[in-house]
């Protein structure tokens, strides 16, 4: 099991889970900032940074996946072969804090935002949530799932997984009646700093999932949807 860093847990039973999971060639601690925010907004939340479960081949850092000769034609099967022991620690850490896969939200940077939405596509989510920052699908989805809500947070600026990967990974989602935001933040590159960190806690805040509004309308068919034009 990877090694983790526990930012939060507390006292009382907790109400969600949060695993956060850093990018390629760093560590649990680099999101570290992000984990102490998160716990001061949400707490009564256990919040967890894990450490991918391999070295970089550099020496300098973890990482989830080889990044060695990486490419489009082998990129899935390289996130599918880790794929397991990610899914694996999801579900450790959800029996630790006794908390299902509903309250559960996977927050991901880069290589560990590939992982956080790799772990929803074609397949059963393992969390309600997962937000992917600077991050992209290997592959885009063929179905979706109102089982998870996805929030995608993008800088223009990012010159090592452009922008680009979240607009078309918002339409896809949107088409394939999923539930989706897409956030590209114009001044920023590939990075967590302030304004990411404001707009993810926003996004968690305030985005009512798809299922619920679904399940409300079911109930009350009078009810309009966010963004619906009434009738």
């Not at 081949?57 to 000769?69: D, I, K, L, N």
């Not at 990411?196 to 949807?225: F, M, N, Y």
């Amino acid at each position: 099991m990877s090694a983790a860093v526990i930012f939060q847990r507390p006292e009382a039973a907790a109400q969600q889970l949060m695993l956060l999971f850093h990018g390629v060639g760093g560590s649990a601690r680099d999101l570290e900032t992000l984990g102490r925010r998160l716990a001061h907004e949400f707490p009564q939340a256990t919040i967890v940074g894990i450490d991918a479960p391999d070295r970089c081949a550099s020496g300098t850092g973890r990482q989830w996946y080889p990044m060695e000769g990486i490419g489009d034609d082998n990129r899935v099967e390289r996130l599918a072969s880790a794929m397991p022991a990610f899914l694996a620690t999801i579900e450790h850490w959800q029996r630790i804090a006794q908390v299902g896969h509903a309250a559960t939200a996977l927050v991901g940077f880069s290589q560990g935002g590939l992982m956080a939405l790799e772990s929803t596509r074609d397949r059963a989510p393992p969390a309600g949530r997962v937000v992917a920052i600077g991050a992209r699908f290997a592959r885009l989805p063929e179905t979706a799932s109102l089982d998870v809500t996805l929030h995608l947070l993008h800088g223009k600026l990012d010159r090592v997984i452009p922008y680009a990967h979240a607009v078309e990974a918002a339409q896809r989602v949107i088409a394939l009646g999923g539930d989706i935001t897409a956030d590209v933040l114009p001044f920023v590159g590939h990075q967590v700093n302030a304004q990411v960190v404001s707009r993810l806690i926003e996004r968690l805040r305030t985005h009512v999932p798809k299922r619920c509004w679904e399940e409300a309308l079911k109930a009350d068919p009078g009810q309009v949807p966010p963004g619906a034009a009434p009738h």
